[in-house]
């Protein structure tokens, strides 16, 4: 009876969004900011992909928050999942199949995700997405060899100085009189690789550290599926 | 009456908006409400990148320099990728909280969860079990758990 209650008041709210829905124009949002942006942008920042431009340049400390959101997403699940203790049995090896296609696959998937996060300022992609390209390529192995073990250490040490690297840009741009994370070094050639400043960087380390990060957190959690009984 | 494009494209955002809250409000298995979770900010994504639409627009990033004569408005894709990644580590840490629950309780339903919290809770805090009076003489519930103390 409950359920039908919920379904039925489910429903009326879904007739009330579709409603409210066809109302909206499309096409027609009155934003202004986003034009202003696009023609500034380019002169401004000198990056060819003016989303970049917005996520590094104009709305930089909010990726800094969302980093730290990340970062502390996966301490928490890092501090649930706890450590795993060595007495327990890995899962046993993978198949003929899967073994062998993630060795053909990670110096792929390195390489993809390397070049998505270099190219975050000319072309669509990032150091988001590259990251979790990298953090997949770091995983598969581990997906194919349980008993390999994954070097939390490594990984901890390379996010940590991801972090503190993006942290580090944006304090030098302090020093040069500019505003926290203002881009440095001059704009450069439009569309070159070597352009935008100290955006590349920037890309770098927030691919570095969501790599690191996602890759880490996806090993806590199979090692985790390894002890559960 | 021919819907336009937009119209379209807006009932399917919102159609996933309403799948993924009936998702959570209709099922009992804790993955699947993760799973609905995703849903329900599927389509709260799309809404935001549609918002940013301009008629006959090209993507906003400039291909061998030339400035195309109209770009949609890139905030709210750098937007929607800020939220993508935080729905990401959220929903990896719910399902890590899931992970704790099963190895605690031995169940991922809602419904045997509640009453093992119930149970575990006025145990902790030494009150006996809230009983109503009018609840019927019922077999009481056998539920297989383990691990609980």
Same mark, same amino acid.
């Given at each position: 009876?409950?359920?039908?209650?919920?379904?039925?008041?489910?429903?009326?709210?879904?007739?009330?969004?579709?409603?409210?829905?066809?109302?909206?124009?499309?096409?027609?949002?009155?934003?202004?900011?986003?034009?202003?942006?696009?023609?500034?942008?380019?002169?401004?920042?000198?990056?060819?992909?003016?989303?970049?431009?917005?996520?590094?340049?104009?709305?930089?400390?909010?990726?800094?928050?969302?980093?730290?959101?990340?970062?502390?997403?996966?301490?928490?699940?890092?501090?649930?999942?706890?450590?795993?203790?060595?007495?327990?049995?890995?899962?046993?090896?993978?198949?003929?199949?899967?073994?062998?296609?993630?060795?053909?696959?990670?110096?792929?998937?390195?390489?993809?995700?390397?070049?998505?996060?270099?190219?975050?300022?000319?072309?669509?992609?990032?150091?988001?997405?590259?990251?979790?390209?990298?953090?997949?390529?770091?995983?598969?192995?581990?997906?194919?060899?349980?008993?390999?073990?994954?070097?939390?250490?490594?990984?901890?040490?390379?996010?940590?100085?991801?972090?503190?690297?993006?942290?580090?840009?944006?304090?030098?741009?302090?020093?040069?009189?500019?505003?926290?994370?203002?881009?440095?070094?001059?704009?450069?050639?439009?569309?070159?690789?070597?352009?935008?400043?100290?955006?590349?960087?920037?890309?770098?380390?927030?691919?570095?550290?969501?790599?690191?990060?996602?890759?880490?957190?996806?090993?806590?959690?199979?090692?985790?599926?390894?002890?559960?009984? | 009456?021919?819907?336009?494009?937009?119209?379209?494209?807006?009932?399917?955002?919102?159609?996933? /908006?309403?799948?993924?809250?009936?998702?959570? *409000? +209709?099922?009992? @298995?804790?993955?699947?409400?993760? &799973?609905? !979770?995703?849903?329900?900010?599927?389509?709260?994504?799309?809404?935001?990148?549609?918002?940013?639409?301009?008629?006959?627009?090209?993507?906003?990033?400039?291909?061998?320099?030339?400035?195309?004569?109209?770009?949609?408005?890139?905030?709210?894709?750098?937007?929607?990728?800020?939220?993508?990644?935080?729905?990401?580590? /959220?929903?990896?840490?719910?399902?890590?909280? *899931? +992970?704790?629950? @099963?190895?605690?309780?031995?169940? &991922?339903? !809602?419904?045997?969860?509640?009453?093992?919290?119930?149970?575990?809770?006025?145990?902790?805090?030494?009150?006996?079990?809230?009983?109503?009076?009018?609840?019927?003489?019922?077999?009481?519930?056998?539920?297989?758990?383990?691990?609980?103390?």
């Amino acid at each position: 009876m409950r359920r039908y209650l919920a379904l039925l008041l489910l429903m009326l709210m879904a007739l009330l969004l579709l409603a409210v829905a066809m109302q909206f124009g499309f096409g027609a949002a009155p934003m202004r900011v986003g034009s202003a942006i696009n023609s500034a942008a380019p002169g401004q920042v000198g990056a060819a992909n003016i989303v970049t431009s917005v996520v590094l340049a104009y709305r930089g400390i909010d990726t800094l928050g969302e980093l730290a959101i990340l970062f502390t997403a996966a301490t928490a699940a890092g501090l649930l999942l706890g450590q795993r203790p060595a007495t327990t049995q890995p899962d046993p090896e993978a198949g003929f199949i899967l073994r062998h296609a993630a060795d053909l696959l990670f110096p792929l998937l390195l390489v993809v995700g390397l070049f998505i996060i270099v190219h975050g300022h000319l072309t669509p992609g990032g150091g988001f997405q590259g990251g979790v390209i990298l953090a997949a390529a770091f995983f598969l192995p581990l997906l194919a060899r349980p008993a390999s073990r994954f070097r939390h250490g490594v990984f901890g040490v390379v996010e940590a100085l991801a972090g503190a690297a993006f942290i580090g840009i944006g304090l030098l741009a302090l020093t040069d009189g500019g505003p926290f994370l203002q881009p440095m070094l001059g704009k450069g050639v439009l569309g070159h690789l070597v352009s935008a400043g100290t955006l590349p960087l920037l890309y770098a380390a927030v691919g570095l550290k969501v790599g690191t990060e996602l890759a880490g957190l996806m090993a806590g959690i199979a090692a985790y599926e390894a002890r559960d009984p | 009456m021919t819907p336009d494009i937009g119209q379209v494209l807006f009932c399917g955002s919102f159609g996933l /908006v309403i799948i993924g809250i009936f998702g959570i *409000v +209709l099922t009992n @298995h804790l993955v699947r409400i993760v &799973l609905s !979770i995703a849903l329900l900010e599927t389509g709260a994504n799309l809404l935001l990148v549609m918002s940013g639409y301009r008629p006959g627009a090209a993507a906003p990033i400039l291909v061998d320099g030339t400035v195309p004569a109209s770009m949609v408005d890139p905030v709210p894709q750098a937007l929607v990728l800020t939220a993508i990644v935080i729905g990401v580590a /959220v929903q990896a840490f719910m399902m890590v909280l *899931v +992970l704790r629950v @099963h190895t605690a309780y031995g169940t &991922l339903d !809602i419904r045997e969860i509640r009453t093992l919290l119930e149970r575990d809770i006025t145990h902790a805090a030494g009150v006996p079990l809230p009983v109503s009076p009018d609840e019927p003489l019922a077999q009481p519930h056998t539920v297989l758990h383990r691990g609980a103390q």
